[in-house]
Every structure is written in structure tokens, then in C-alpha cells.
């Protein structure tokens, strides 16, 4: 095979469907997860262009009130299950944290595989779920609607979650036992790359949290189908208890997304700074605490729901604790920053971008967080821009930023830097003209999941829409550099950013087994200076 210049990588080493479909190499099945979720990124994205069309006006004049529920529900599910949760952990964290513990592989490759094979088939049956007339509930399937009233797809979105449930549960454990016993020798816990803790506690709540809110849509499918009184009162069920059931796992979600691309975030900035970070252990254990802080708050979600004055302030006082660690991070990057040669490289740009409106989005949580302040706003389009803030101008910067970071290393091809930054400028722009006019109009009483609105919240709408072409544009541009540069792009060498960490000793792309010896670490492998090391074990 080898008798061209190219050397054997987990690219040429091997070729056809069978190669592809087969494969136990977690280089190759992170190449899979990115095909597959880029997919459900553009048909969520489609969903929210129609969404977006909409309320151009104030009628509702594009689509039928019945058809708008069903857009707005299928772009949240699509968005949430078979976009953010996979994203980062199943493309980057498959990719690199074998590397980055210095292994061959994930601790189980056949359950990695297995785990895209479960994820696609709950795909299918989202889509079949769309194609057929799709779902009206809203991406939280609240009950008694979901399980008695709608007459909507509900079960097949419900089975096609469920299922894919497992695909996160199997990572998680993937990840979990791979980091306690694959690591090299010499590369103690603290020696990790905060990438790897990140993951490490991403990892937790997915093994935690997922089992909870797949036993509960599998409950409404029950219920729906048996006629079972689980959620529905007039069956003697629960409707609160639904809501307890889902925010338990939804809310620690929001985590799964948000974590990993806080790693990713510590990565760059420790890149670009040409730094270590500042406070390695603090950033390493706030990715811990952020994950058993985030089972304490779901009560958040339920202020107005019926649950008592009581516990709305003890979930308003618990929610505010976890703002804690997240603002350690963010306290850290900057410290970083400060009096670093920071270079302006378009992965940079992302984890800027990052920084900036992650803390919009999360300061405006903490708005929410309060009791009173939210039973003027919940349910409003101020919801819909905070958690914009913290799942667009957060986890997908954040995804994007480590896609450019890593993109030479996966494919061993440089992109346009012009066009990245045109791109990522553009991304930031569209971004902040389509959701901050929603705070704006979300404060002034405009609610969610509506067809039609007051004719004076028209002009929020207009900037929203126009932000949201911006924006749609802007995403579109990297998947055109990105396809390109497979074939065009000059090569990128084994470290084009100077970088320090394992990925960047070894080849671009990596060889399929990505050390030829196993390395031997002794010092922490993101070290841009000597420094004090923390923690002996
Ligand atoms: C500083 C931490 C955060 C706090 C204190 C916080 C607080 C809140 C509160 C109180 C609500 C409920 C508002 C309501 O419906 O009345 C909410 C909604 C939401 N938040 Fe956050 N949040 C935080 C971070 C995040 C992050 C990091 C994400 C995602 C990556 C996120 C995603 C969401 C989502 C998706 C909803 C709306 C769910 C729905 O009703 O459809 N939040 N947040
Ligand atoms: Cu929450």
C-alpha cells in the first residue's frame, strides 16, 4: 500500500464503505459523528430559517399556527439531542482524548462504533418523526399535552431521544474509563489538559443525568400509548412530576453542552496566549464542581410551574452557586490573557467570541435565577436569548473555535485563514443581531412559541431575522473552506500553531494508532513555560 511519499495515516490507511463503516479507530468514528451531526446542524438550521421567516410579520401568514409549533419543536429537538449533546464530545473528545492521554485508542472501540450506529438509528426516527407531520409539544414535551392532547408524532420523537440516549450514556463511560486507565505513563491526573477534564465531567452527567430523561419521554410514550396515569391528572398522574422529571436531566444537559466547550476554551486561549493557564487546578476542578452543582438547580425551570415559594428559593439561591464556578473559569482565561502575546488566529477569534457572550448568556441566567425577575420574564423571548447566548455564542463557538483549532491535525490540511476570520467575524455579528433584539423584546412581554405577535414588536423581529441570514450565511462559508481544503489547502504540518500537548508531536493526520511508542510524559503536557506543577499522585 505504502509505496507513495504519503505516509500510512488513519486516512489512507484503508479505503471503501466497509473500511469506513467498520472501523474501530476513534480517528475515523469522530469523522463519522462530524458527518452526522453536520447534517442535523443544517436541518435544524432549516427548521429555524422557517421559524425565522414567520415572524418576518406579525400574522401569521407564512405557515399555519399548527405548522409553526411543529417548526419550532422539531429545531429544538433536532438542535439539543442531535447537535449540541453529540457535538464536541463525540467529533473532538472521540478524536483527541485517546491522543491526549497518550493511548491507542478509547478504552472499548467496538462500543464507540456501537455508539454512532445507536446514534444514527434515533436520528432515523427523529426524521421519520419530521417527515411524517412531525412534533408540536416543544422540545420539553410537557405533560399532559404530550401524553393526551397533541396529536403529533410524539411517540416517534420520543423513541428516536430514547435511543439516542444510549449513544451519550456509552461515550460517557467510553471517556470515563478511558482517562482512569489508558493514560501514559508519568501523565498524572494533573498533568491532564483541561480539554481532558472538561470531558472528564461532561462524561459524569451524561452516564448521570441521560438515563433520567430517557426513562421519562419513554414514560409519555407509555402513558400516551396505554393511557397509563403517569403525568396526566385526569388519569390520576402528575403533570409537576414531569417537569421535576425532565429539568433533572435538562438542566444538567445544558452542561453537557456548555463543559466541553468551556475545554476547548482553555485550550485556546492557553494556544494563543503562548501561556499556561492560570490556576490549572481551579479550571480542572470547576469543570467537577459546575457538573454536581448542575444536579442541584433544575427547580430553576419550575419557578412558575406550581412548586412552592419555599423551594423556588432554594433552587434561586443553589443556581446561583453554580454561577460561581463558571465565573472561575472565566476569571482564569483572562488571567491568562493578561500579558500573554496573545495572537489573533481565527480559532482565537471563536474563543473570544466565546468568553464575551457565554458571560451575557450566563449573567442573564443568573437574572433568571431570580425569583421574582423570572415571573416577569418566563416564557419569554428573554428565555429564548439567554440560552441562545450560552448554547450558540457558547457551545458552538466553542465547536467551531476547535474545529479550526484541530482541523490540520484531523486532516492534515491547513484553511484559508481569510476567509476564517471573514467567517468567524461573520458569525459574531449575525449572531448578536439575531438574539440580542430578543432580550429587548422578551422584556417587554413578547412571549415564546407564538405564530403571531403585537404589531410593535415587529421591529425586534425584522433585526432578528435579518441576524439570523447574517448568521446562516456565516455558517455556511467554513463548510465551503473546510471541504475545499481536503484537496487545495497547502499541508499543515505535525504543530502549524506551535502548540503544546500530545496531539501536536505526533503526525497530520495521526497514524492509526497514533504513537509508534508509547510516550512517556513528565512534565504537564500543556506547559507553555516551566512552571510548578500541582498535586502529586
Ligand atoms: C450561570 C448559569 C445559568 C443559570 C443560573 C441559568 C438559569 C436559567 C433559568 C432560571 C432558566 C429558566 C427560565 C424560565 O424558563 O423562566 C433558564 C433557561 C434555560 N437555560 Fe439557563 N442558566 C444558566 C446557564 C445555562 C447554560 C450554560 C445553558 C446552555 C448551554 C443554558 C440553557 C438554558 C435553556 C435551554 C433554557 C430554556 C429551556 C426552555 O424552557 O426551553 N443555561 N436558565
Ligand atoms: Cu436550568
Do not use: C
Request: aromatic share 16%; proline share 6%; hydrophobic share 50%.
Amino acid at each position: 500500500m505504502a509505496t507513495t511519499a504519503a505516509p500510512l495515516n488513519y486516512l489512507n490507511n484503508g479505503y471503501g464503505a466497509a473500511s469506513w463503516l467498520l472501523t474501530r479507530d476513534h480517528k475515523r468514528i469522530a469523522l463519522l459523528y462530524l458527518y452526522s451531526i453536520t447534517a442535523f446542524f443544517f436541518l435544524g438550521g432549516f427548521f429555524a430559517l422557517l421559524i425565522r421567516l414567520e415572524l418576518l410579520t406579525p400574522a401569521a401568514d407564512m405557515v399555519a399556527p399548527d405548522m409553526y409549533n411543529r417548526l419550532f419543536t422539531m429545531h429544538g429537538v433536532v438542535m439539543v439531542f442531535f447537535f449540541l449533546i453529540p457535538s464536541i464530545p463525540a467529533v473532538l473528545g472521540n478524536f483527541l482524548i485517546p491522543i491526549m492521554v497518550g493511548a491507542k485508542d478509547l478504552a472499548f472501540p467496538r462500543i464507540n462504533l456501537l455508539s454512532w450506529y445507536i446514534y444514527v438509528l434515533g436520528g432515523l426516527f427523529t426524521i421519520v418523526a419530521a417527515i411524517s407531520g412531525g412534533v408540536d409539544t416543544g422540545w420539553t414535551f410537557y405533560a399532559p399535552y404530550s401524553t393526551s392532547a397533541s396529536n403529533s408524532h410524539v411517540i416517534l420523537a420520543g423513541v428516536g431521544i430514547f435511543i439516542t440516549g444510549f449513544s451519550s450514556i456509552l461515550t460517557g463511560l467510553n471517556f470515563i474509563v478511558t482517562v482512569h486507565r489508558m493514560r501514559a505513563p508519568g501523565l498524572t491526573w494533573f498533568r491532564l489538559p483541561l480539554f481532558v477534564w472538561a470531558h472528564y465531567a461532561t462524561s459524569l452527567i451524561m452516564i448521570l443525568g441521560t438515563p433520567v430523561i430517557a426513562i421519562t419521554v419513554l414514560l409519555v410514550a407509555v402513558e400516551r400509548g396505554l393511557h397509563l396515569g403517569i403525568f396526566d391528572p385526569a388519569l390520576g398522574g402528575d403533570p409537576i412530576l414531569f417537569q421535576h422529571l425532565f429539568w433533572f436531566y435538562s438542566h444538567p444537559a445544558v452542561y453537557i453542552m456548555i463543559l466541553p466547550a468551556m475545554g476547548v476554551v482553555s485550550e485556546l486561549v492557553q494556544a494563543f496566549a503562548r501561556k499556561n493557564i492560570f490556576g490549572y487546578s481551579f479550571v480542572a476542578f470547576s469543570s467537577l464542581a459546575i457538573a454536581v452543582i448542575g444536579f442541584l438547580v433544575w427547580g430553576h425551570h419550575l419557578f412558575v410551574a406550581g412548586q412552592s415559594t419555599y423551594a423556588g428559593l432554594v433552587f434561586s439561591l443553589i443556581s446561583f452557586f453554580v454561577a460561581i464556578p463558571s465565573a472561575v473559569k472565566v476569571f482564569n482565561w483572562t488571567a491568562t490573557l493578561y500579558k500573554g502575546s496573545v495572537s489573533w488566529d481565527s480559532p482565537m477569534l471563536y474563543a473570544f467570541g466565546f468568553i464575551g457572550l457565554f458571560t451575557i448568556g450566563g449573567l442573564t441566567g443568573l437574572f433568571l435565577a431570580t425569583l421574582g425577575m423570572d415571573i416577569h420574564m418566563h416564557d419569554t423571548y428573554f428565555i429564548i436569548a439567554h440560552f441562545h447566548y450560552v448554547m450558540v455564542g457558547g457551545a458552538i463557538f466553542g465547536y467551531l473555535g476547535g474545529l479550526h483549532y484541530w482541523w490540520p491535525k484531523i486532516t492534515g490540511r491547513m484553511y484559508p485563514e481569510g476567509w476564517a476570520k471573514f467567517a468567524a467575524l461573520n458569525i459574531f455579528v449575525g449572531f448578536n443581531l439575531t438574539f440580542f433584539p430578543q432580550f429587548i423584546v422578551g422584556y417587554l412581554g413578547m412571549p415564546r412559541r407564538y405564530a403571531m405577535y403585537a404589531p410593535e414588536f415587529q421591529v425586534y423581529n425584522v433585526l432578528s431575522t435579518a441576524g439570523a441570514t447574517i448568521l446562516g450565511v456565516g455558517y455556511l462559508i467554513p463548510m465551503i473552506y473546510f471541504a475545499w481544503s481536503l484537496k487545495h489547502a497547502p499541508r499543515a504540518g505535525d504543530n502549524p500553531w506551535g502548540a503544546r500537548g500530545l496531539e501536536w508531536e505526533i503526525p497530520s493526520p495521526p497514524p492509526t494508532e497514533n504513537f509508534t511508542a508509547t510516550p512517556i510524559v513528565t512534565e504537564g503536557t500543556h506547559q507553555y513555560a516551566p512552571s510548578r506543577e500541582v498535586g502529586i499522585v
